[in-house]
């Protein structure tokens, strides 16, 4: 089974900024749209941005438009998710996910990581 592998994840105040990376360890991505999901504690897991293989086109949920941007590098094999003015209900468990769709949709997404923790907090 494929796996990502997703890094960035930590603690940051309101108003702070991160960036995540999910990179493929024995597989390329040239070929796989990648998204990005989030799950909090007690809610259901929420499909936040995604990136296609081919043009880059790119979706976002609206909880997050206008303050995240998700890009990809081909030759470095990864794809980034930047978070700026970050709020405590950002606060979850971000994983990126290989598939060949551009939809926020997880059921299209074959191929996921393990997640990284992402807290909010003052």
């Known amino acids: 089974q494929a796996q990502l592998v997703e890094s960035g994840g930590g603690l940051v105040q309101p108003g702070g900024s991160l960036r995540l990376s999910c990179t493929t360890p024995g597989f390329t991505l040239d070929y796989y749209s990648i998204a990005w999901f989030r799950q909090a504690p007690g809610k259901e897991r929420e499909g936040i941005s995604c990136i296609s293989s081919t043009d880059h086109s790119t979706l976002y949920a609206e909880s997050v438009a206008g303050r995240f941007t998700i890009s990809r590098d081909n030759a470095e094999n990864t794809v980034y998710l930047q978070m700026n003015s970050l709020k405590p209900e950002d606060t979850a468990v971000y994983y990126c996910?290989?598939?060949?769709?551009?939809?926020?949709?997880?059921?299209?997404?074959?191929?996921w990581g393990q997640g990284t923790q992402v807290t909010v907090s003052s």
């Open positions: 996910a290989a598939g060949n769709v551009l939809l926020l949709d997880s059921h299209y997404y074959n191929h």
